[in-house]
């Protein structure tokens, strides 16, 4: 009862996708993945762990999740994209069942996904979700011709006024907050920046979800890291994206997230090669119902 409470009135502003991805993570079994099969582990460069669900077949695509998540929040649209795609669906570093070697870096991070595509045969399609979408904009960047196609929804960039000097302060207060393992006040302040309301944050901190989230808690510095100094579009970087790139947000966030149409008009006239889709409807929290089809039509395609 109390989680279905939370649900209502969180998920316009955090998303299903964090509240029951948290929870699954929570009473999944190390070491299984959702479909009840063995998980696969790969070493990145600097001998971390990763690990990852394997299934489908087909062109490999990598899934990227955003902040307080596991490869868990993603299984619903692994599993849609199995009949078209060998989807490879991981635990970033410092989450799940991957490990997490200090110090920690974004180009680690891109070092994981090179990792990734050189088990999946060395190239792939990518696709990224809220910081998981920043950290697939860098990682394609990088990585040149082994991403063949990418997309992304609501990359958290903001450039609206006042949001540089907020970003920092966010970014300042949250290191003090981890480095006194104060994880539940990391946590709370994380979602107070996303713009819940303290009787939303109360209800969560009643609720099973909420250990789940102080577990997960540490790296949220690292979606800090990914996101930026000022949270600012990394406009030269994303500048040399070779691959084709479909670039959305959801109809619905223009109400909760207005800074994401903005956002993403930008990054899509960055880029060379890419497409811009307002997907109706959706907010943060997009139906994996409603996105996969969007994502099977455009990795299919022949642009």
Not at 237 to 246: E, P
């Amino acid at each position: 009862m109390i989680m279905r409470k939370i649900l209502k009135i969180a998920l316009p502003i955090i998303g299903i996708a964090i509240l029951l991805g948290i929870v699954v993570y929570m009473t999944s079994k190390p070491g299984s993945n959702q479909q009840g099969g063995i998980v696969h582990t790969v070493t990145s460069k600097d001998g971390t762990k990763i690990t990852y669900d394997k299934l489908g077949k087909g062109p490999a695509i990598i899934l990227m999740g955003g902040a307080l998540v596991s490869r868990s929040s993603d299984s619903e649209l692994a599993q849609l994209l199995a009949s078209h795609f060998t989807v490879y669906n991981f635990d970033r570093r410092g989450r799940g069942d991957s490990g997490d070697t200090k110090p920690y870096a974004v180009e680690r991070e891109i070092e994981d996904i090179d990792t990734l595509i050189t088990e999946a045969g060395g190239t792939v399609y990518l696709y990224g979700i809220s910081s998981g979408a920043a950290l697939a904009l860098q990682a394609t960047a990088t990585l040149g011709d082994k991403v063949k196609k990418l997309a992304i929804y609501e990359a958290p960039y903001s450039e609206a006024q006042g949001v540089a000097e907020g970003w920092r302060t966010f970014r300042s207060k949250l290191s003090e907050l981890l480095e006194a393992n104060k994880h539940s006040e990391a946590v709370e302040l994380h979602l107070r920046n996303t713009g819940a309301p303290d009787a939303v944050i109360a209800e969560m901190k009643a609720s099973p979800a909420w250990q789940g989230m102080e577990t997960l808690a540490p790296t949220l510095a690292y979606d800090a890291a990914v996101v930026g100094e000022d949270r600012s579009i990394p406009v030269e970087k994303i500048a040399k994206i070779k691959a084709t790139t479909l670039v959305m947000e959801g109809g619905a966030s223009a109400e909760t997230m207005p800074f994401m149409r903005p956002t993403a008009d930008k990054i899509a006239m960055t880029i060379p090669r890419a497409e811009r889709r307002t997907v109706e409807g959706q907010s943060h929290d997009v139906n994996s119902k409603v996105l996969a089809p969007v994502l099977i039509d455009f990795f299919s395609g022949n642009k």
